[in-house]
């Protein structure tokens, strides 16, 4: 079985600053890994993802994570936030040749003028 | 055509009521999936589809019955909800189960 953890459930940051939200998981298969946004009333969409390869890997909206498989960890940043930011932003994780998706309970950024 | 649309964007039913939910790709993807999200949450998987065969069934209530027409379509009929059942639909497809979901923008249902 697998599990996500998303240690921090709401991030306040100031505009134009930088933000890290955190995300680890446990699996006994290699896996894949995604962070989703999600605005309010809105589907997820998929910012970045980690299939194999390079361990950075940037995504859209000028975020990235990186990879970290001895800390079995996928941490999402950006060196600037700005106020369309604020959303939900979730972890996944899936499993290589598995067909479901476990999710992380959600960060929800909040980004102060 | 890179969407995953959703029909109706709202939808309000009683508890004696039939309604369908629709999903519509256009991406060639062959794994289909139903989400649950309640607010606050993350979606909860409840049914996936693969080369139109039902593949997982999180052990949903009978009351929402899943149907896959053809490799674009996903509907799920839903009938005698219960307020409970109130949430945000959400419809993904990927190209294969394997692969990473593109999720559509979801019905909100209330049920009365």
């Known amino acids: 079985a697998q599990s996500v953890t998303q240690l921090d459930s709401q991030v306040p940051v100031f505009e134009e600053a930088p933000v890290e939200l955190r995300c680890n998981y446990s699996?006994?298969?290699?896996?894949?890994l995604f962070w989703y946004v999600q605005y309010p009333n809105q589907g997820l969409q998929l910012l970045l993802k980690?299939?194999?390869?390079?361990?950075l890997v940037k995504g859209i909206n000028g975020f990235e994570a990186e990879f970290n498989k001895s800390q079995t960890s996928f941490h999402l940043r950006k060196p600037s936030v700005h106020i369309s930011d604020t959303a939900e932003y979730f972890c996944?994780?899936?499993?290589?040749?598995?067909?479901?998706?476990?999710f992380g309970i959600g960060t929800k950024l909040q980004v102060i003028p | 055509d890179t969407e995953v649309t959703q029909t109706p964007k709202h939808l309000v039913m009683g508890m004696t009521n039939k309604k369908s939910l629709k999903c519509e790709q256009h991406?060639?993807?062959?794994?289909m999936y139903w989400y649950k999200q309640k607010a606050k949450k993350p979606p909860e998987l409840m049914f996936v589809?693969?080369?139109?065969?039902?593949?997982i069934n999180e052990s949903v209530p009978s009351r929402f019955s899943p149907e896959c027409p053809n490799s674009s379509l996903l509907n799920l009929h839903l009938h005698a909800l219960q307020p409970e059942d109130s949430a945000l639909y959400l419809c993904?497809?990927?190209?294969?189960?394997?692969?990473?979901?593109?999720f559509g923008p979801g019905t909100r249902l209330t049920v009365l």
């Open positions: 993904a497809s990927s190209q294969g189960a394997g692969n990473e979901q593109f």
């Open positions: 699996s006994s298969v290699s896996v894949y």
């Open positions: 980690y299939l194999s390869g390079s361990t």
């Open positions: 996944a994780v899936l499993p290589g040749g598995y067909q479901k998706v476990t």
């Open positions: 991406m060639g993807h062959r794994a």
């Open positions: 589809y693969s080369y139109e065969k039902l593949s």
